[in-house]
Every structure is written in structure tokens, then in C-alpha cells.
């Protein structure tokens, strides 16, 4: 078979073809790609009402006002200058902040990166399904907490923390929370009218818009006073100067609508194939799910397969089926899930998790084909390990 | 409508366009993961890293990729984490001028870094210096290799902002003896949302970003593939078309100049500097740039007042007041910067309009 079957849309996903037709018009010579902060003509007015018009969507769906946004290149950024935004504005009036051990890697670095700075972090420790109580996050809350950082869906686990719950907590105790939607943005509705979150990031190529590109919110941007990463220019209220890339910011705007368009489908849709997927794959023996039963995005599967281990499985797949074991991000090495140890899994169960995340344009036939040949691979490794 | 704002940002070309497509919708694995889809989009970034490194005479693994010019810049500055204040000058882009303690050279009239001052200033205490290579408004080509050996024979370190340059000059890395250089995709007809800093990447020790490891550890967050990609394909046709755009350009420059010359009170700014191909900064007196700027606009041609960061400031450009340009004659600064595509005709049609708008305001 040529072209394998993509089973990795946690990683990335594709721009959707309506999202790419609207990139191209912000870019060439016949279309929108003047700089939008050169008002001074007209090239650069459209281009500038292309940016504003793109955030009035994003804020649209999202229940918030447009200004309370802003357009960096990613969530990898939304969540570093969220982080050491508030880290560094506000060190005069305490040094703690709290995560969870199973989030992103651009929030546990950030805040490893703090600690070197004197900052002080409190990772909260999942159960074994990967949620955190409300009580361990009220006991970790002391005098000198700044900020509160959890994530609202898990990239490995697709375990959805109750965010609603956490904010009225962080509001009740007058602690700024950040919110990683990284993963749920474009995929559950996020009302931030209705959750008092005080920052929140996502970022495009999760749901089908092109990568490079992500949003911070930001409640009360004139009192919360951010310190910017990056300086110049005073694009972005001078939180995110550097020319706005405005097919990027334009294309997200258009896959964040489409998303929105599309919610209740596209979760039927993934939904259906996660029970075929399960059923499929419900053939084999020693499988584990690993997340939770009740609190999930169905677009992700973690499961470990008794005997055999991640690395071999992903290899021996690797040109028939595209997954991963964990996150992206840690640059082509195959090693065990932190998340997934973070939630107490040891042994065979960690060493042998693999990560199946589905999406817009997986097909039930590619489900039926890759559950077809994950069950014979999974029979054929274990077979080896016996002899 | 006619477009002479190039400096400000350009449009894609064409053909940058048609290799970045497929990376939208096709080939859009995750870099960092494993399999094949991933590994095109690895290969294709590995591909355009060759490509920017090529336009700037540079080896590939001293090129990170950013989001732009602009975070090139604040990794080269925040990132080499100095104790001191940075040596710069007074006409730099916001992005360096925005630094937290800044030591700055004066500039003299034409334009240029002023030598002797830099000398009297590196005596303090520096570790790093940070000079442009051509000034985004005036087009001034500052002598980078020179001011390189000053800073370096004190032992500092030297970045330059080359946004404006490349592709619009040959730029040598290793030539002009700096460590650190920045560059940018859009103006050169790639994409927006991308850049480089090229160089001797072990003094970045304080990445901006962290968590992921992307760019090896200096610059994390999913890489922009397409954007990459498009970069690299821009990089290579500046590289390859250098010559023939420099030519074309400087040949619509010196035909819209010598009209401009006739034209009573109009002086260019640093006429007789070394200037790219395809800048003129020039004022008029007695007119306002911004109202120019405006009636220019109702005819659909597109010029500046000076950079784009900051439009909304008032109306005397940084640049030209670092170069003790007269007050009255900087407020009616116009910058024309043209592109590989402008035409003859549409330098007529723009100093045919631009003469009716000087008579009116007279």
C-alpha cells in the first residue's frame, strides 16, 4: 500500500482544503499581502481588516472579545508567554506556580526553566486515570501562587480535566489560571463568557489549520500585564510584536470556524470510529486503555499491548500506519510517555503505550485496514518475543 | 494599483507558493514524529535550511528558524544572555531598539555608523553589539565587516540585522565576521510567520521558547513546515535571480531618481551612500509625508513614510532624526521601495501623480 494510514491527528493535522484556498488569498500579488500594519495605504488597510475580521471569528466562537486576543506563532508560545508573562510581571508579588505533571512539554519546561530563576512549582501528580481533584489542587494553593496552569485535554491520554470546576475554584481564591486548549480547541465548545479562565491558549494545525500559527487569550489585558517575550515593532499591544502573518492568522480563523461548523459531526463522526477501533482491536488479548472512562475526547486512544513493546510496533508499522507513542515533540526519539508514568503506569503497561488519535478525514475503511493490521502485527511481535 | 512598498513586506512569488502548497494539505506530518509523512516534512525543512544557508553564505546547522525577523532578533539579543548594555545605533529596527539598556552610535548624515564614536564607545564595558546591515528606510548599506572587526577585536560579540538585505545584496556570513544574523522570509516574496538567525548558535543559551526541543532546543514549538518550506524556495530563487533583480531594480531606482531630481525642493536622503537597488527615501518641501502618502494611496499606489512597525506613531521618522536630517524636511519623507516585478510605467504613472499632488499642496 502506498500511502499510509494516518493515525496521528494529536500530532498535526492537515489544512483543510477550504482553509488552504483561504491562505492563498492573503499571499499573493491579486490577493490580500500587504503588511498590515502599513495603514498608511490600502494594501495594507485589507490586510489589516483580514487580521481584525480573523480575530473577530476566533473571539466569536470562543465567547470573548477580540481584543482580549492576540496571535502568536503557536501554543508553544501562547503557553511560554502566559507563563513567563506572568512569572515575570508579577515576582514582586509571589514566586509559586502550580501544574500538573502530565502536561505539555512547553508548560514543564517553561516552568522548569522558572525554577532555575528562583520561581517555585508544585506538579500536581494525576491518579491512574489521569485527573486531578479539586481538593489536592485547593491544598497546593498557598500565600505566594501566581498562576495556576492546567491543561484542558491531555495530548497523550485524551483526558479532559474539568476546567470548570478548577476556575470557579482559581476565581474563589483570586489566582490567575491558564488554560493549555491546545488539544480541545476547535473540538469541544470552550464559553469563555461562562468559565472564569484568565488566559487560555490554542494553536491552528490541531484543528486543521495551518501550523505556525496559535492565539492567547487574555481576560483584563490591561490588568493582568503581561511581560512580552519578544520586543519591537508594537504589533499585537506590544504583547507579540513581528509582521502578523496574515494568511496564517486568516487560516485559522476559517479552520476554527469550519471547526465550529463541523463540531457535532465531526464528533459523530469520531466517535464512531473509536468504537469501531475499539472493537477492532477488542480481538486482541492483554490490551489496557489507558485515561479515563468517563472524562475523554474520543479522538484519542492510548492503549499498551501486553508483550510487545512501543518501539517495535511503531517501527514495524511505521510505513503502513503513522502513530506515535507519545508526543511529537521530543524530536524523533522513541522513548517512554512521561504523562503516562506521571499517572502511576509502570512496566510492561508503559513501555508498551501507543497513541491513536483520529480525525476529520479518517475513513471507517482506514479504521477497519489499520485495526486489521495492528492486530497482525500485535500477533506476529508476540510470537517473537515467545521464541 | 501599483505597489512600492517591498521593504515594508513583498508578495509571494509565484512559484514559492506552489511548493509550499502541498505542505498545507499532502505532506503534513509532524516533523518531529516518526514515520514517513513526518520524515518528508523533516527532509523538506533539512532541504530549505540548505537553501537559506546558501543566500547567505552560511552553513545549514547555523540556521535556526523563527517565526520571523523580528524573534530573530530578540533570540539573538535576549537569548545570548549579555550582562551589559548593547552596543547599537540610533536607527536600528524596534526590535533592537526595544531593549531593555541600550548604548547607542551615532549616525552621521549619510546615513553611515559613525566609526570614530564607535571607537570611543566600545572602551566601556560591552559583550555584545548589534548593527543593521541595511537600513530598512533610507537603504543605506552600512559597512558591516568593518564595524564587525572594531566590536570584535574588544572581544564582543556582534549581531547584525540583515532582514533588509538579503536577497537584495550578496550577503557573505562569514565575510562580514559577525556571529549572529537575522533574517526574514517576506521580504524576499516568501510567506510571512518565518525567518532565521544564522550563526554561531552556542552563545544562544536562554532560548524564548522552551518546551518540545525544536531547532535544536533553541527555538521549540511545532515548526512551521509550510512556511519553512517556502522560505527555503524564496532563499533559493533570491539566491539564483540575485543579479538580475538588483539590475532590474537599480535601474527603475536611478530612472524614477533622476525624474525625482528634477522635481523643485525634492532632496533624496543619503544620495551618494551605498544604497540597495531598491530603496529611495527622499522629502519635499513644504508638503506633509503623510498627506502625500494619503493621496498617493486614493490613486492606489502604495508608498511609506518610513517602517511599518510602528504607523501609528507621529510623523518624524526615527531614521532620518538619528541622522540629523532637518525636522520639517523628515516630516515630508516618502520611501519608495520597489520590487521585481514594478515597471517602467509605473514609475511615469507614479511621478506623473506625485508632481499633481506637490503642485496641489503648494
Given at each position: ?387 | ?202 552563545h544562544i543559551t536562554k532560548p524564548l521558547l522552551t518546551g518540545g526541543g525544536q531547532e535544536s532546543g533553541l527555538r521549540s514549538g511545532t515548526e512551521n513546515v509550510a512556511a519553512i518550506v517556502g522560505f527555503g524556495k524564496a532563499a533559493e530563487l533570491a539566491y539564483l535571480e540575485l543579479e538580475k533583480r538588483q539590475a532590474h531594480c537599480l535601474q527603475l531606482r536611478l530612472y524614477l531618481e533622476q525624474q525625482l531630481l528634477e522635481l523643485p525642493g525634492l532632496c533624496i536622503f543619503a544620495p551618494a551612500s551605498q544604497r540597495i537597488a531598491n530603496t529611495v527615501q527622499f522629502g519635499i518641501e513644504h508638503c ?75
Amino acid at each position: 500500500m502506498n500511502n499510509p494510514i494516518y493515525l496521528d491527528y494529536a500530532a498535526t493535522t492537515p489544512v483543510a482544503p477550504d482553509v488552504a484556498k483561504c491562505m492563498m488569498q492573503h499571499l499573493t500579488t491579486d490577493g490580500i499581502f500587504a503588511n498590515p500594519s502599513s495603514i498608511q495605504h490600502c494594501f495594507g488597510e485589507q490586510a489589516e481588516i483580514a487580521v481584525e475580521n480573523a480575530r473577530s471569528t476566533m473571539a466569536k466562537h470562543l465567547h470573548c472579545k477580540a481584543k482580549e486576543l492576540i496571535f502568536t506563532s503557536g501554543a508553544t508560545e501562547s503557553n511560554n508567554l502566559a507563563i513567563k508573562g506572568i512569572a515575570y510581571s508579577r515576582r514582586d508579588q509571589g514566586n509559586h506556580i502550580i501544574t500538573v505533571a502530565t502536561e505539555h512539554k512547553a508548560v514543564l519546561d517553561t516552568c522548569k526553566r522558572l525554577e532555575k530563576e528562583g520561581f517555585s512549582v508544585t506538579y500536581l501528580k494525576p491518579d491512574m486515570k489521569g485527573l486531578i481533584n479539586i481538593e489536592q489542587l485547593n491544598n497546593a494553593i498557598t500565600e505566594t501562587t501566581l498562576l495556576v496552569s492546567i491543561m484542558q485535554v491531555n495530548n497523550e491520554t485524551g483526558v479532559i480535566q474539568d476546567i470548570a470546576a478548577i476556575a470557579k475554584l482559581t476565581s474563589e481564591k483570586n489566582i490567575l489560571l491558564h488554560v493549555d486548549a491546545a488539544q480541545s480547541a476547535g473540538k469541544i465548545a470552550i464559553n469563555l463568557s461562562q468559565l472564569p479562565i484568565d488566559l487560555l491558549s490554542l494553536s491552528a494545525h490541531k484543528f486543521y489549520g495551518p501550523k505556525g500559527i496559535g492565539c492567547l487569550f487574555i481576560r483584563h489585558r490591561a490588568r493582568i500585564h503581561l511581560q512580552p517575550l519578544i520586543h519591537g515593532g508594537g504589533q499585537e499591544y506590544s504583547l507579540r510584536p513581528g509582521t502578523l502573518a496574515t494568511h496564517q492568522i486568516a487560516g485559522m480563523a476559517k479552520a476554527f470556524e469550519l471547526a465550529h461548523e463541523r463540531l457535532n459531526n465531526d464528533s459523530q463522526h469520531i466517535t464512531s470510529l473509536r468504537h469501531a477501533f475499539l472493537e477492532k482491536l477488542g480481538g486482541l488479548d492483554g490490551i489496557t486503555l489507558n485515561g479515563s472512562s468517563n472524562s475523554y475526547l474520543p479522538n484519542i486512544i492510548n492503549m499498551s499491548f501486553e508483550n510487545v513493546s512501543s518501539d517495535s510496533l511503531i517501527i514495524a508499522l511505521r510505513d503502513q500506519v503513522a502513530l506515535s507513542s507519545s508526543s511529537a515533540c521530543n524530536s524523533g526519539a522513541i522513548e517512554a510517555s512521561y504523562v503516562l508514568r506521571a499517572m502511576g503506569i509502570e512496566g510492561e503497561r508503559l513501555y508498551s503505550a501507543i497513541r491513536f488519535s483520529f480525525g476529520r478525514y479518517t475513513t471507517a475503511q482506514e479504521i477497519q485496514q489499520a485495526g486489521e493490521i495492528i492486530c497482525t502485527e500485535v500477533r506476529r511481535l508476540r510470537l517473537l518475543a515467545v521464541q | 494599483m501599483i505597489y512600492f512598498d517591498h521593504n515594508a513586506t513583498t508578495p509571494i512569488d509565484e512559484r514559492v507558493l506552489q511548493t509550499m502548497l502541498p505542505f498545507l494539505t499532502h505532506y503534513y506530518g509532524n516533523p518531529s514524529s516518526l514515520y514517513k509523512l513526518a520524515r518528508l516534512s523533516r527532509s523538506a525543512i533539512d532541504t530549505a535550511r540548505e537553501q537559506v544557508a546558501q543566500l547567505v553564505h552560511a552553513r545549514p546547522e547555523q540556521v535556526i528558524f523563527t517565526s520571523g525577523g523580528t524573534e530573530a532578533n530578540n533570540l539573538a539579543l535576549k537569548g545570548t544572555q549579555h550582562n551589559t548594555k548593547l552596543l547599537t545605533s540610533a536607527f536600528e529596527h524596534p526590535s533592537i531598539l526595544e531593549s531593555e539598556r541600550t548604548e547607542r552610535v551615532s549616525i552621521n548624515s549619510q546615513g553611515y555608523i559613525d566609526q570614530l564614536d564607535l571607537q570611543v564607545k566600545l572602551n566601556q564595558a560591552f559583550d555584545l553589539a548589534s548593527f543593521m546591515l541595511v537600513n530598512n528606510e533610507t537603504g543605506v548599506i552600512q559597512d558591516i565587516a568593518s564595524l564587525s572587526s572594531l566590536v570584535k577585536g574588544k572581544g564582543h560579540l556582534m549581531h547584525t540585522d540583515a532582514v533588509q538585505a538579503a536577497g537584495k545584496i550578496p550577503v557573505d556570513f562569514q565575510a562580514l565576521g559577525v556571529d549572529l544574523m537575522s533574517i526574514s522570509s517576506h521580504k524576499i516574496y516568501g510567506p510571512k510567520g518565518c525567518g532565521a538567525l544564522i550563526g554561531a548558535l552556542e552563545h544562544i543559551t536562554k532560548p524564548l521558547l522552551t518546551g518540545g526541543g525544536q531547532e535544536s532546543g533553541l527555538r521549540s514549538g511545532t515548526e512551521n513546515v509550510a512556511a519553512i518550506v517556502g522560505f527555503g524556495k524564496a532563499a533559493e530563487l533570491a539566491y539564483l535571480e540575485l543579479e538580475k533583480r538588483q539590475a532590474h531594480c537599480l535601474q527603475l531606482r536611478l530612472y524614477l531618481e533622476q525624474q525625482l531630481l528634477e522635481l523643485p525642493g525634492l532632496c533624496i536622503f543619503a544620495p551618494a551612500s551605498q544604497r540597495i537597488a531598491n530603496t529611495v527615501q527622499f522629502g519635499i518641501e513644504h508638503c506633509i509625508g503623510e498627506m502625500v502618502l494619503m493621496q498617493l494611496d486614493k490613486k492606489n499606489i502604495a508608498v511609506s513614510s518610513g517602517s511599518a512597525c510602528a504607523s501609528n506613531e507621529p510623523a518624524v521618522s526615527h531614521v532620518l532624526s538619528a541622522m540629523d536630517i532637518e525636522k520639517s524636511i523628515a516630516q515630508s519623507a516618502i520611501r519608495v521601495s520597489l520590487g521585481k516585478d514594478n515597471t517602467q510605467q509605473e514609475i511615469d504613472t507614479f511621478v506623473q501623480i506625485l508632481k499633481h499632488i506637490i503642485k496641489q499642496a503648494r
